[in-house]
């Protein structure tokens, strides 16, 4: 029987499939609900440790293969993407630049979180001197040159270090503070619906972070009727919990039935 709906999940950085605890219940939900939704997890070229010499461009291309795929040789129609962490970014640059945007019917941010925030709560001072090599290699026409290996976990390029860690780079799409400006141009133009995830308890967002704000923040730049923002106050980065893994999987259950209702 053929299944016209299939949402599709998008990594964080240094994850690769089936390292998140929810997949297995949310593709064993869809699967016994027959709710016409089967699940597709993707591999990325930027999967696990592929992130530092990958893009969020690149990423958008890739998924642009797996979107024409499911439509013109699997005959899938109705395509909602599922982004954790990073790959949260992926969904929103999707959505903005990506060649067959038209054909996902809705995204899910799940764990969003600011890299750049996170990384200089944790070492502000040694971020700022890996961005001042970045920005000059950039300058020096050499943005795709590899930095010291010091910098991150990863083999990362001058790019895409100040992408994910300098204010305003392309993966700077969920820092608390970014100006309204460029925040409504982010979420604003964004025609299909959001359900939008954020966990309480994430361990990846700074203390001086205000999540109750962040929330209403998401929610004021929306307003597409079929929208949800659920700030889960007991979830972590990842939803480990099962209790809360069980929740999140609801709320995912609940929004693809508001698409098709």
Known sequence: MAIPDIPGRINRRAVGRHLVAYVTQLASRLGLENNGYSFVQPFLSSSYYGYGTSSLQSDSDQIDLLVDYLRERRGKMRIVLIGHSTGA???????????????VHAGILQGPVSDNE?????????????????????ADSKDQALMPREADPAPITAYRY??????????????????????????????????????????????FVDLQALHKRFVKSRNHPLDCCILDAEANHAIEDGVAEDRFCKAVQTFLSSLSS
Not at 91 to 96: E, G
């Open 89 to 103: 970014q992926d969904v929103i640059w999707f959505l903005h630049h990506g060649r067959f945007r038209k054909h």
């Open 118 to 138: 996170y990384a200089l709560w944790m070492d502000a001072d040694g971020t700022q001197r890996w961005l001042q090599i970045a920005e000059a290699l950039i």
């Open 162 to 207: 100040r992408s994910l860690y300098g204010p305003n780079g392309d993966d700077d799409m969920f820092t608390s503070t970014m100006a309204a400006e460029r925040w409504d141009r982010l979420y604003a133009p964004i025609e299909c619906p959001l359900l939008i995830y954020l966990s309480g308890q994430d361990e990846y967002v700074p203390p």
